[in-house]
Every structure is written in C-alpha cells, then in structure tokens.
C-alpha cells in the first residue's frame, strides 16, 4: 500500500508521501477561497461546501472561518449548519448525517500519533474514522476524538471532550463527556430548561412539523 491508501486503512502512515501534501495544498486553496468570501457572496457558500467536501446533502451552511485538511474525507447530510471555527481534521472518514447542528468552536478530530515518544518521532500518524448520526446538536468548544461514534438524536453539552461512543437519543456533557440521561417525549415542549414553548410558537411547530 502507499502512504494515503494506508491513511484511508486507519494503518500507521507518513503525512508527507505519496502526494499527500500536495492534496492538503488544494484543499488549503479552497478553504483560502472559502475563509476570505466577501459578505455580499455569501450566497456561494453551499457551492464552495459541495466543491470541498466529498458528499452533501440538500441545504448546506458553514460560516467562515473553517479548516480541515482535505475536505473530499468529509460527508454531511441534508440541512448541515456549522458556526464560526469549526476544525476538522479529516485524515480518517468524517460522516455527518441530516440536521446537524454544530456550534462554534467545534473540533473533530481523527487525527492521533502514538504515545511512546520513540513511535511517535518515527513520523508515523493515524487517522480513525468518526461518524455522528442524525439529528445532532454539538454545543460550543466540543472536542470529538479519534474513533467515536455519536448516535442519532444526541445533544453534545459545550465544552464536552467526547472520547467514547454515544448512544441513540442521550444528552450527554462534560470532560470525559458521559450520558447525563435519555432525551424522551417529555422534553418536547420545552425550548431551555424548565421555559415551555409559547403557545404561538407551539401552533407554529404543528403547522410545519
């Protein structure tokens, strides 16, 4: 195998064969073009996603300034939202599914070096795939690490360091991030801790589920 075929293996590779630094140039070239956009273009935003990305779905937004290191080993679903700064470091396959939701400040990485200081000076690095489900929230100054996968309908607490799978249908927070408890029928008419939602509000919600 060479150095990228084993990257996309999740083997021990060498960041800087085999044209690997080349592709993290090109992508450095869009994200350049991305991260600059003047404000009347904004509009070019979901084009630029689908250019970067290996595969999106309908109704992509990020908002500058985003970085990552190839962009083509990122997948995200329909109606995807990320705010200011969001990281990704996506030597190993990033899957994001429909309705993500992600606050600013987020970092995914699946990028990792090993620990004894003789393995990791050899130059040899690792990428582990990271997948997050639908419906996900992801709460400011997360970081996900190397290998974790978040369920569907998960909320992330900000500032959360997320180092262990994550079930369907759980809040979960803190560093390490552990399940707090299930997200049930219950917390739907709720908008922020114990405030229910508004009664026009609420008419809204029914009318266009």
Known sequence: M???ERMLNSLPYKAWLDGLEEERETCKQKIYEFNLLPPAERRRIPELL???FGKTGKNVWLEPPFHCDYGWNIEVG????ANYNLTILDVGKVTIGANAQIAPNVAIYTAGHPIHPESRNSGYEYGIPVAIGDNVWIGGNAVILPGVTIGNNVVIGA???VSKDIPDNMIAAGNPCRVIREITEDDKIY???NKKFDS???DDMEKNP
């Not at 329909?78 to 939202?81: G, H, L, P, V």
């Open 78 to 81: 329909d109606n995807f939202f």
């Open 50 to 52: 689908k250019q970067l």
């Open 191 to 193: 908008y922020f801790k």
């Open 2 to 4: 060479n150095q990228k």
């Open 159 to 161: 500032g959360s360091v």
């Open 200 to 202: 026009e509000a609420w």
